[in-house]
């Protein structure tokens, strides 16, 4: 087992609670959870000399911008374009500077707003390829092309509605007891196959909310984290990859599955040493081949994991724990940061709502970046608890 | 025929539009015939749109087609078929359509 990042230690973990929609900028949302880790941890804000900002809305303004706006003079700055696989890949380059010195304290936001109107041209500009050769069929945004990864995913590996809604209800279970989850309503499996048709297969239940809101956490040394007096996460192992497979007829698998194997080397543990899991669930299909991809159960296989498995906090596989996005709803970019945020909760035991007991090893994975037929970006990341 | 970019360097057939060649990294692509010839590898039925033009036409039928050519191209569907279907497509300005289905195979 090697120890890659070795002092390097991940704390103050917050969210700036969702609304449905928002009049306010990016900019606010991002601001906000600045303010939050700031004051989680007794930092000001001039003394975190390192900013690394995920976020789809805020253009024309950038990371660099947003130094200005925050008074803040950093000596390290990052912009993280890999939506859902952000929380990850922004841990990774942030405690790698760290780790080398160049910043001491580093800020990882992501947050996005979501107005009335503005959501519509967030579909419909989402990237060149799926502007010229989805758009045209009806429809902006990830739906058709998640309903037909999901539809050759059904048909490939015999996964049925019902295994999907397992995981949306448990989720849906999870969130009830997550304050800042936009869904309050416990969800029955009648209600979840009854649901309205989006894109077949996928209906309501299956497709997340969009939403504002905006997530964080800080990147230090262990003997900083100390001194503030916060609890804290190690990082055991990460892996990261973009554009895996391109020649798959339908992504049918994730870049995770290149690199799961160095990722449990690396981390030292074995999938079943992992207490809780936080998966980017944009569609429950996308959580099921992270299941596979990094090696809980074999190709295929997910939808007898899903059945052999309770995925509630106190089931014995928790997952998703504060209601995945699928509950809690998307809020753009801090979609791909809930994960992170929620697992470093669970590693401190500072979960907001029910606690997973005694969680000792954590794993988050993301997936992000969906360009015409398949989502581009993945990553991982084994997290364990500082106590 | 379907007019898609084709390397002139390895010829590679690439869909939806690209600057430079992802096999070679050649910039020499040219718009050319190419055979609507496909395989149908996923579809979906549609059942919204956030745009006013579509809401009389809903549900749409959708299927991603993966041309013998190489690329997989988004096309509006006639009929339900089933994933590994033999189909062939048209170009329609600039969408696509799936036409004669042909199971034989
Ligand atoms: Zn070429």
Redesign the pocket.
């Known amino acids: 087992m090697s120890d890659p990042y070795g002092d390097i230690v991940v704390t103050a973990p917050i969210s700036v609670p969702y609304v449905r929609f928002s009049h306010e900028r990016s900019n606010y949302w991002l601001g906000r959870a600045l303010g939050k880790v700031c004051k989680a941890s007794g930092l000001k804000h001039n003394e975190i000399d390192g900013l690394s900002i995920s976020s789809f809305t805020l253009g024309p303004d950038s990371a660099v911008s947003l130094t200005q706006h925050f008074g803040m003079t950093p000596r390290w700055v990052s912009q993280e374009v890999t939506g859902g696989a952000s929380g990850v890949t922004a841990l990774r380059k942030a405690a790698r500077a760290v780790q080398m010195g160049d910043a001491d304290i580093v800020a990882c936001l992501a947050g996005d707003t979501n107005s009335q109107d503005g959501f519509e041209s967030l579909l419909d500009n989402f990237s060149s390829d799926m502007s010229a050769a989805v758009l045209p069929y009806g429809a902006g945004g990830p739906n058709v092309s998640f309903a037909l990864i999901t539809k050759a995913y059904m048909e490939a590996y015999g996964a049925k509605r019902e295994d999907f809604g397992k995981l949306a209800l448990s989720q849906r279970k999870n969130a009830l007891s997550y304050p800042h989850a936009l869904m309050k309503k416990p969800l029955g499996i009648d209600q979840y196959m009854a649901a309205r048709e989006i894109s077949s297969p996928l209906h309501l239940f299956d497709c997340v909310m969009p939403c504002a809101g905006a997530e964080g956490y800080l990147v230090m040394h262990e003997i900083k984290a100390k001194a503030l007096g916060l609890p804290y996460v190690k990082i055991k192992a990460t892996i990261e990859r973009h554009n895996a497979y391109a020649h798959d007829d339908v992504q049918l698998r994730t870049g995770l599955a290149m690199d799961a194997k160095g990722l449990w080397a690396q981390a030292g543990i074995a999938p079943e040493n992992i207490d809780v899991m936080q998966t980017y669930d944009d569609y429950p299909v996308i959580s099921f081949m992270q299941f596979e991809d990094l090696g809980f159960c074999a190709k295929g296989e997910a939808k007898e994991f899903v059945r052999q498995h309770d995925f509630t906090i106190t089931g014995n596989f928790p997952h998703n724990t504060s209601g995945g996005q699928l509950s809690c709803g998307q809020a753009g970019a801090a979609g791909g940061f809930l994960g992170m945020v929620e697992a470093i909760r669970q590693l401190t035991g500072t979960a907001l709502g029910k606690q997973v007991k005694g969680a000792k090893y954590g794993l988050v994975s993301g997936f992000g970046i969906i360009n015409y037929d398949k989502g581009l970006s993945c990553a991982a990341a084994i997290l364990e608890s500082g106590q | 025929m379907i007019k898609l970019q084709i390397?002139q360097?390895?010829?590679?057939v690439h869909y939806p539009k690209r600057e430079i060649?992802s096999?070679?990294?050649?910039h020499d692509l040219c718009w050319q015939d190419v055979s609507g010839k496909s395989t149908l590898v996923s579809s979906t039925e549609l059942h919204i749109s956030t745009k006013l033009q579509w809401h009389d036409k809903l549900p749409l039928l959708l299927g991603l087609v993966k041309l013998d050519a190489g690329p997989k191209i988004l096309a509006f569907a006639q009929t339900k078929l089933p994933i590994g279907s033999n189909v062939m497509l048209i170009q329609n300005g600039q969408t696509f359509n799936i036409i004669n289905e042909d199971n034989n195979e």
């Open positions: 390397c360097t390895c010829k590679t060649c096999a070679c990294l050649s």
